[in-house]
């Protein structure tokens, strides 16, 4: 996977959420008021001291009324069509925070196109042990489809193992969380659907 770290830059998230938010002559109290996330972890955001999980940056996308795509596209994105090869994709590291005490990969995997409906991703996820602090909601659907590895997906009450090749599609306004079992980090295609 190419660097990290220069990736992170390149998506500028905490950059573009400050914007909105100045735009929209909103507070860092207000708009933890509209998100539901703490000030000093919006403040962390936007310094780029934090690289929100995509749960988080829905959570701000809706205080902001945008959708999610926003913070995947740039002013000049106008294509139609978007053909990412492989060396292209972005990855962002997601470092633990006041919300986040798991750690995984995400790359979107369709930059370029503005204004999407859906946004589809790969995502690595770490090995560790199950928790509950790990359940997220947020409105929308998602679908998972299982490339490498063996992941342990938990949605409400309901655990299941997914193998590779295993997909499932569900409403995640309900709490579900995922993490990596077995030998190696679990890998997949992830793609959000969510109500602007």
Known sequence: MPDIKSQIKELRLG????????EQRLTLQELSELSGLSKPLLSQIENDQVTP????LLKI???????????????EDQQKLVLTR????????????????HGYVYRSL???????PMEPFLVEFELTEW????????????FIYLLEGELEFHYGTDIMRLNPGDSIY??????????SVGEQKATAVAVLYSKD
């Open 15 to 22: 950059e573009k959420v400050r914007k909105l938010r100045q």
């Open 53 to 56: 999980p995509i749960a988080t």
């Open 61 to 75: 996308s809706k205080g902001l009324k945008v959708g999610i795509h926003y913070f995947f596209e740039e002013e």
């Open 86 to 101: 492989a060396s292209q994709q972005t990855a962002t590291r997601r470092r633990t925070g006041n919300d986040a005490p």
């Open 110 to 116: 369709a930059p370029g196109i503005r204004h999407k």
């Open 131 to 142: 928790d509950d602090a790990f359940f997220y909601r947020h409105d929308g659907f998602e």
């Open 170 to 179: 569900y409403d995640s306004s309900e709490p579900h969380g995922y993490v």
